[in-house]
């Protein structure tokens, strides 16, 4: 019976990471789809705001699932990417705030 029972959990949280992963993967993705659509609307090149909150969100999910996973070259690649999505954010917030104060 406990046998059952711990390879039941053991199923189930295999299960869960991968579809963390794959909820990860798909966030990460979509920011492509996001950047694209907004460039053929403006008809230039244009990163939205959304491209950087499903980088953030999509990297996030992805380093968790990496450090899960206890790759030390996913989790460097990962938290890396989620620093500059991070500081891409800040970047845009000062910039607004600036523009805000000064107009």
């Given at each position: 019976m406990s046998v059952d029972i711990d390879l039941w959990l053991f199923s189930f949280t295999l299960t869960t990471w991968i579809a963390i992963g794959f909820?990860?993967?798909?966030?990460?993705?979509?920011?492509?789809?996001?950047?694209?659509?907004?460039?053929?609307?403006?008809?230039?090149?244009?990163?939205?705001?959304?491209?950087?909150?499903?980088?953030?969100?999509?990297?996030?999910?992805?380093?968790?699932?990496?450090?899960?996973?206890?790759?030390?070259?996913f989790i460097v690649g990962q938290a890396f990417g989620v620093f500059i999505y991070l500081r891409n954010l800040q970047l845009i917030f000062r910039e607004r705030k600036a523009a805000t104060a000064g107009g």
């Open positions: 909820v990860g993967q798909a966030m990460f993705s979509l920011r492509f789809i996001v950047q694209w659509l907004s460039s053929e609307k403006h008809r230039r090149s244009y990163i939205p705001m959304a491209f950087w909150y499903f980088s953030l969100a999509g990297g996030s999910i992805l380093l968790a699932y990496a450090i899960h996973r206890q790759d030390p070259v």
